[in-house]
């Protein structure tokens, strides 16, 4: 019943920016939880971008600290990630999650909740 939609991908030029919504169809836990971005590139595995928890704790990949922005509002069921910078190895599909509890949740493991991802395309 729950979903997950991600939107504001796109193609764009090195150096240039976007953001990325997530919206989820209802409230996806009763009680706290968190939310995070992860990006799959082709050949690769998924790996975390970026989190944020109940209480607006934060983290971020090495890879994006500085370029990316992790945001929420949760009156809404949305998490925002602004990506500035951008690199060709950003390229990826970006995909959101949602995760029952009051931590910052690193783990693909730890989300059981997905949406179906949007593309991301830096080109040089």
């Known amino acids: 019943q729950l979903q997950l939609v991600e939107s504001g991908g796109g193609l764009v030029q090195v150096g240039e920016s976007l953001r990325l919504s997530c919206a989820a169809s209802r409230r996806p836990f009763a009680s706290s939880y968190g939310m995070g971005w992860f990006r799959q590139a082709p050949g690769k595995e998924r790996d975390i971008v970026a989190a944020i928890s109940w209480y607006g704790e934060t983290y971020y990949a090495d890879s994006v600290k500085g370029r990316f922005t992790i945001s929420k509002d949760f009156a809404k069921n949305t998490v925002y990630l602004q990506l500035n910078r951008l690199k060709p190895e950003d390229t990826a599909v970006y995909y959101c999650?949602?995760?029952?509890?009051?931590?910052?949740?690193?783990?693909?493991?730890?989300?059981?909740?997905w949406g179906q991802g949007t593309q991301v395309t830096v080109s040089s």
């Open positions: 999650a949602t995760a029952a509890g009051s931590l910052v949740y690193r783990r693909r493991n730890e989300y059981p909740y």
